[in-house]
């Protein structure tokens, strides 16, 4: 699980470069389950993105973020 702390670098990370959303997503191969963001710039589908790791390859989206610029 990942950290406050973990979730806020993401979250960081993600807006210095320019991602609108990130998706907080864990791999429960191999175990222990690991946790992991993918940023997602404009213009990109969300729901297409999402789809492509809820549920595919032994992944699901825990969480979904939308970022924005202090």
Do not use: C, K
């Amino acid at each position: 699980m990942p950290t406050t702390t973990d979730l806020n670098n993401w979250i960081a990370e993600g807006v210095a470069h320019g991602a609108v959303t990130m998706l907080a997503v864990t791999d429960r191969f191999p175990w222990p389950s690991e946790f992991y963001p993918v940023s997602i710039a404009p213009g990109e589908n969300i729901a297409e993105r999402f789809a492509a790791f809820d549920g595919v390859n032994m992944q699901r989206v825990q969480a979904v973020h939308l970022l924005h610029a202090n």
